[in-house]
């Protein structure tokens, strides 16, 4: 199975930009990279997919490396509502990646 | 309002006897899953169901089981044979698998005492 690296924790200020870095060097040329955070006590919600291009919605903005090898999921202003643990998730139609596997991810901290 | 429910959101047995998890979805979703989250970690894959009357083994499906008799229904039993199972259960739901959305219920907190 492709797998990705996440950093175990990450610390933010409230308001400033947050990036969440995901590495998926094994990534095959028909991985979606699917992003999910989890509040405490809460199941997991989705925030945002990507291919290849650069994508945004109105949670956040993922940004995917040329060689598609690592990307980075961007919280433009991050408030105390975002403090949670963010997933980085290879995702398919096909092959072994067609179930999600959810790593340990990355606990976000916002400072007030 | 379209969404996945489970219940209840705490539960409690004694060791030794059966539970039956409920997770019900009224998002018209052909896939259906339960994962297992334990304090600290991510969550693992129990058991997905493709579609109705059809269900597979996920990463740690020993000592559980399911059924799909209804496309909205997806419960899931805590068997006696489970050696640890006191966990956070979750059900998310999916028009399809692999690359579509999944959705989440608000999960329930199994105490085995």
């Known amino acids: 199975d492709a797998k990705t690296t996440q950093p175990n924790s990450m610390e933010s200020n409230e308001e400033e930009p947050v990036h969440l870095p995901c590495n998926h060097s094994?990534?095959?040329?028909?991985?979606?990279i699917h992003w999910y955070r989890q509040l405490p006590s809460q199941g997991p919600e989705y925030v945002i997919h990507g291919l290849t291009s650069n994508v945004n919605n109105r949670m956040a903005s993922l940004a995917i490396a040329e060689d598609r090898k690592s990307s980075t999921l961007i919280l433009h202003r991050a408030t105390l509502r975002d403090a949670a643990v963010y997933y980085c998730?290879?995702?398919?139609?096909?092959?072994?990646?067609?179930?999600?596997?959810f790593g340990k991810g990355t606990l976000l901290t916002v400072n007030p | 309002d379209g969404g996945i429910t489970q219940s209840p959101k705490y539960l409690f047995r004694k060791e030794g006897q059966n539970v039956t998890l409920s997770c019900e979805q009224n998002?018209?979703?052909?896939?259906m899953y339960w994962y297992r989250q334990d304090p600290g970690q991510g969550l693992r894959l129990i058991y997905y169901s493709q579609i109705v009357n059809d269900f597979q083994k996920g990463d740690i499906a020993e000592g559980y089981s399911v059924s799909r008799e209804k496309k909205e229904s997806f419960p899931l039993t805590v068997t006696s044979a489970q050696k640890n199972p006191t966990a956070f259960y979750l059900c998310a739901s999916s028009m399809g698998m692999g690359t579509d959305t999944q959705y989440f219920g608000p999960g329930t907190r199994l105490t085995v005492l």
């Open positions: 998730i290879l995702a398919n139609s096909g092959g072994s990646n067609y179930k999600l596997t």
């Open positions: 998002l018209n979703h052909d896939a």
């Open positions: 094994t990534i095959s040329g028909t991985d979606y």
